[in-house]
Every structure is written in C-alpha cells, then in structure tokens.
C-alpha cells in the first residue's frame, strides 16, 4: 500500500473518530430538544409537579400534550392522558427515559382532562378544562 492510500485511510478514520465525539456532545441535547417539540404547536401550558411536567400545546383545534420528567436519562414509569369530554382518553403509558407521548386528539370547543405521571409524582387537571 502507497503512503497516499495509508494517508487517505488516517484521515478518513479521523473524520469519523471526529463526527462520532461531535455526535456524543450533541446527542443528548438533540434529543432534548425533539421530547420539548415533539408536538406541534405552540405551547400553550406547562403543569409542574414534583418528580416532571405536563406539557400542552395547541394547533388549530387539536391538542397535544406530553410529560417530561424533572431528570431525564435513566428508563422510569411514566404516563400521559388527554380525554376530551364525550370521548375515551389518549393514553401513554410506560417506562421511558425522555417522555411519556405525545397523545394527540381533536378538541374542538370542547373541555379536556389532562393526567401526567412521572414515577411517584403525579398530575392531575381534577376536572375539565378549557384551553
């Protein structure tokens, strides 16, 4: 092999060492930020409660809402749950490291109930909302 091939080969490695410690600083903050917009929207309420949030956001007549927990990172229980008043809920249930959701549902003039749960910390709208 001539120097030029080695010399081709050490720069692609490097390259590629480069974008993979790029992607590792990045990553995180990446994903951060597609859980905070991963409904579209504005966002319209945000409901803190000890252990996350409820987040709502609003796009024409739909409603879009997700829970993100205080400390991100490490796969814990989790939920989310919009129901419009005449309707069953939208539910997200399970372990998740980032977010619970989205669950999206039509509105309209109607009034919701919002529920999020993040381990042991909960909330809950405690009766129909207008948003």
């Given at each position: 092999?001539?120097?030029?091939?080695?010399?081709?080969?050490?720069?692609?490695?490097?390259?590629?060492?480069?974008?993979?410690?790029?992607?590792?600083?990045?990553?995180?903050?990446?994903?951060?930020?597609?859980?905070?917009?991963?409904?579209?929207?504005?966002?319209?309420?945000?409901?803190?409660?000890?252990?996350?949030?409820?987040?709502?956001?609003?796009?024409?007549?739909?409603?879009?809402a997700?829970?993100?927990?205080?400390?991100?990172?490490?796969?814990?229980?989790?939920?989310?749950?919009?129901?419009?008043?005449g309707?069953?809920?939208?539910?997200?249930?399970?372990?998740?490291?980032?977010?619970?959701?989205?669950?999206?549902?039509?509105?309209?003039?109607?009034?919701?109930w919002?529920?999020?749960a993040?381990?042991?910390?909960?909330?809950?709208?405690?009766?129909?909302?207008?948003?």
């Amino acid at each position: 092999m001539d120097s030029g091939a080695i010399r081709r080969r050490g720069v692609t490695l490097l390259s590629v060492l480069a974008a993979s410690g790029l992607l590792a600083v990045l990553g995180p903050a990446a994903e951060a930020q597609a859980a905070s917009s991963s409904c579209a929207g504005r966002n319209i309420r945000t409901f803190t409660f000890s252990t996350g949030s409820v987040k709502v956001y609003k796009s024409g007549n739909y409603l879009c809402a997700l829970t993100v927990p205080k400390n991100p990172g490490a796969r814990r229980q989790m939920m989310v749950s919009l129901q419009v008043r005449g309707f069953e809920p939208v539910v997200d249930k399970g372990r998740f490291a980032r977010h619970a959701g989205p669950v999206r549902a039509y509105v309209g003039h109607r009034t919701v109930w919002i529920k999020g749960a993040v381990g042991h910390g909960s909330y809950d709208s405690g009766g129909w909302k207008r948003f």
